[in-house]
């Protein structure tokens, strides 16, 4: 779960490069954070499960008319370790 200091950060990063995100799916405007982080876990084919250490840390946030999931890199956003 993200700390509410998280989050804001998260949604800070995220308002300042898209401060009009518009969901590609229904065109709302309206997104919400969702509450913990989400793993990409990288798999080298598609029959086998993912190494856990291996996998892209992202916020996700969820369109609040659709539920369209967009993700963003937290690395990308500078606020990965
Ligand atoms: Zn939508």
Known sequence: MNTPEEQQKIVEAVSKKFPHMTCPMCSNT???LVRGFTMNILSKDTTTFGDLSKAIPTASFTCENCGFLAQYSL????LSQ
Do not use: P, R
């Open 30 to 32: 309206k997104f919400a």
């Open 75 to 78: 690395q990308t956003l500078g």
